[in-house]
């Protein structure tokens, strides 16, 4: 499997930004589709962005759309999450998750499909 290290949280006032990055290692990061997802205090654990192998394809929840955006290297083995215009609802655990996957076009954004999940990062808005 792959082993992933979340980092770039932190605490922002409302209309700020923040880059999350997600560091792969263990296995080559182009195998893999990616996902983020985050958890609030006292809810699930909920889907927020979705990258395919290459790239080519993304997928947001709607309540991100137009505000982050999910991207990767794969030379650096790196997924990011640039969010801009943060809201206080936006404050939870940030994880990213690793499906490996055979379909270069494909992204995943069920729970159950996920292979590998980082420890998560926390971010904070203050309103």
């Known amino acids: 499997q792959v082993q992933l290290v979340e980092s770039g949280g932190g605490l922002v006032q409302a209309g700020g930004s923040l880059r999350l990055s997600c560091a792969a290692s263990g296995r080559t990061l182009s195998s893999y589709a990616m996902s983020w997802f985050r958890r609030a205090p006292g809810e699930e654990r909920e889907f927020v962005a979705a990258?395919?192998?290459?790239?080519?394809?993304?997928y947001y929840t709607d309540s991100v759309k137009g505000r982050f955006t999910i991207s990767r290297d794969n030379a650096k083995n790196t997924v990011y999450l640039q969010m801009n215009s943060l809201k206080p609802e936006d404050t939870a655990v940030y994880y990213c998750?690793?499906?490996?996957?055979?379909?270069?076009?494909?992204?995943?954004?069920?729970?159950?499909?996920?292979?590998?999940w980082g420890q998560g990062t926390q971010v904070t808005v203050s309103s």
């Open positions: 990258i395919s192998r290459l790239g080519s394809s993304t």
């Open positions: 998750a690793a499906k490996q996957s055979y379909y270069i076009g494909t992204y995943y954004y069920s729970l159950a499909d996920f292979d590998s």
